[in-house]
């Protein structure tokens, strides 16, 4: 007689991910890869129906993100590279006029009469961004080469509202 025995490991991305495919009535493979999940072949209509749950998943964000670019452009910051990726939304580069005007808007210190050097407007944003937003984070940079442009990180969607709330009053 030969007993088989299994072992059971906590669950990879694969597994992880066939359950949620099949909870949500799709019948896909997925199988663990060298770092990488495979999926196996999709029906047509399996396609359509995950295509709707990435769309539906993602809804949230970018409403948040258009929401974003219209109270920017409202205001006249100008954010010619906000976008959605990764399931976050990107801010981008930003001018420095902008960045003043945005870290005015959210409460933040005046840097004063003259416009100021792009590591001032950097400290003065993330300070002004993370107490207008109940302490969210936003990573702020000088762009590389480009002393009159800042660079602005990625936030989620919740922190995106907040940002829009504190922008609206």
Do not use: W
Request: hydrophobic share 40%; glycine share 12%.
């Amino acid at each position: 007689m030969t007993a088989t025995t299994t072992t059971f490991s906590s669950p990879g991305a694969a597994a992880e991910l066939r359950a949620a495919l099949r909870e949500a009535g799709l019948h896909v493979g997925a199988a663990d890869g060298e770092g990488n999940v495979q999926l196996g072949p999709l029906k047509a209509a399996d396609a359509r129906q995950l295509a709707r749950l990435v769309r539906t998943g993602t809804k949230r964000t970018l409403k948040a993100a258009r929401a974003l670019r219209e109270i920017c452009e409202g205001y006249g910051v100008d954010l010619p590279e906000l976008r959605v990726q990764q399931g976050r939304i990107t801010l981008g580069a930003c001018r420095i006029d902008s960045a003043v005007r945005l870290t005015r808007l959210l409460g933040g210190s005046s840097p004063g009469p003259e416009l100021p050097d792009a590591e001032t407007v950097r400290d003065l944003l993330a300070r002004a961004f993370a107490g207008a937003t109940d302490g969210g984070t936003l990573t702020v940079s000088v762009r590389e080469g480009a002393s009159d442009v800042v660079e602005l990180g990625a936030v989620d969607a919740r922190t995106a509202r907040r940002l829009i709330g504190a922008l609206r009053f």
